[in-house]
Structures are given as structure tokens and as C-alpha cells.
């Protein structure tokens, strides 16, 4: 049998699984080019918020985590943590405090981005069982209902798409729990590298551009 016959002799379940297999690959490309560390950091756009906040401009360095074309993960993450601290009495004290909060919600972004794959690795299966299910019903009924030869090829036509309908079921899961646990542990890693080489970095910024800007508005006030 070729490939096309095997996905007949699936049945509409069939045609459904291998659209789901091909949505397993999708997802996994797009996890692929989503999921990397100059993406989630760029370097140029890190260091030019790193400078904005040294020299206290706090509204230039919100301006850039808005404006920045990818909206990457540090970007959100200081864009948050700069509304908190220029809003909140205690500005240059909670700058680390903010910073991780918003990256804690910003990590469970990443997650909901993986969580198409865990579903998709559960859901598979059960397809495939519906078909399993459905093709020895049929089966069953055929043994029930027919004689001879018309038995036999019944028989053996429902059995054959019991079958077929589990293997699809797995060709879906397997590749999409594999993934999904080997995104999970990419995300976690990712978000530990970027928190401790350039997220900390800038907290510091951060409270040092918050204070500043703090100083220089108390000093226009007394002016």
C-alpha cells in the first residue's frame, strides 16, 4: 500500500489526524524561530535601553521597550517594570521587585506558547482511539450481520481502519510530547540565561535611572 492508501484507509478520522500532524510541525517551527536567545534579548536593543536608563532618561528607555519592532520578551518585561516604578511612591526601591514579577509573566507567555503541543499530544491519541473504537464496532456488526466471503472482507476492512487510525493517533502524539517536554525545558533555560546576563543588569539600571530622574524632578520642584 502507498502513503495515500494507508491515509484512505484511515476514514474521515484519518484525513483529520494528518492535518493534525501537520499543525504538530508547524507548531514546532514556529517554537523553533520564536524560541531563541536573540530574539528573546536582542543584544542591540539591551543595551540601548541600558543606556537610556544610566543616563536617567526613564521616558526615552519606556519609549524604546514600546517602540521595539519584535516586542521581545525583555522588552515587555522593562516596559512593565518601568510603568510600576514610575507610578508607585516607592520608584528606585522596587525596580528589581517589578522586574521580577513581569518577567515571571512573561515566562508564562512563553509557556502558553508550547501549551498548543501538550494539547495536540493528548488529543491525538484520543483520535486515534475514536477510530480504533469506531472500526471494531463495524467490525463486530460485520462478524454479526454477514456470511462468507462478504464477512471476511468486511472483517478485515474494518479492522484495517481500527489500525490505521491508531497508528495516525501516534504518529501525531509521539513527535508532540516529545517537543512540547523539550520546549518546556528550552523556555525554562532561556528565561534563567536572559534573567541573569541582562535582566539584572538592568534592574540595576533601573533603580539608577529611577532615582535620578527622581532627583532631577525634586530639584526642578525646589527651583
Known amino acids: 500500500m502507498s502513503l495515500f492508501e494507508y491515509v484512505r484507509a484511515g476514514g474521515p478520522l484519518g484525513y483529520l489526524l494528518i492535518g493534525l ?11 523553533l ?7 528573546l534579548s536582542p543584544p542591540g536593543f539591551t543595551k540601548e535601553v541600558s543606556e537610556q536608563l544610566r543616563k536617567g532618561a526613564v521616558a526615552a528607555a ?3 521597550c514600546a517602540d521595539e519592532p519584535g516586542q521581545s520578551f525583555v522588552a515587555r518585561v522593562m516596559a512593565a517594570a518601568i510603568r510600576r516604578c514610575t507610578a508607585s511612591p516607592m520608584g528606585a526601591l522596587e525596580a528589581r521587585s517589578a522586574i521580577e514579577d513581569a518577567a515571571q509573566v512573561e515566562a508564562m507567555r512563553l509557556h502558553r506558547l508550547n501549551n498548543g503541543l501538550g494539547v495536540l499530544a493528548a488529543v491525538g491519541p484520543m483520535l ?14 460485520a462478524i454479526g450481520s454477514l456470511q462468507g466471503a462478504a464477512r471476511s472482507t468486511e472483517l478485515a476492512r ?20 516529545v517537543a512540547f517536554a523539550l520546549f518546556r525545558q528550552r523556555i525554562d533555560r532561556l528565561v534563567t540565561d536572559v534573567a ?6 538592568l534592574a540595576d539600571d533601573l533603580a539608577a535611572g529611577i532615582g535620578a530622574a527622581q532627583r532631577a524632578a ?3 520642584r525646589r527651583a
Open 158 to 177: 474494518f479492522m484495517s481502519l481500527a489500525l490505521v487510525n491508531t497508528a495516525q493517533g501516534l504518529v501525531v502524539a509521539v513527535p508532540a510530547t
Open 33 to 39: 524561530l520564536a524560541l531563541r536567545r536573540g530574539v
Open 21 to 31: 500532524s501537520v499543525v504538530v510541525v508547524a507548531l514546532i517551527v514556529r517554537n
Open 62 to 64: 519606556a519609549k524604546a
Open 128 to 141: 486515534g482511539l475514536l477510530g480504533t473504537v469506531i472500526g471494531m464496532i463495524g467490525a463486530f456488526n
Open 218 to 220: 525634586g530639584a526642578a
Open 196 to 201: 541573569v546576563a541582562d535582566l539584572e543588569p
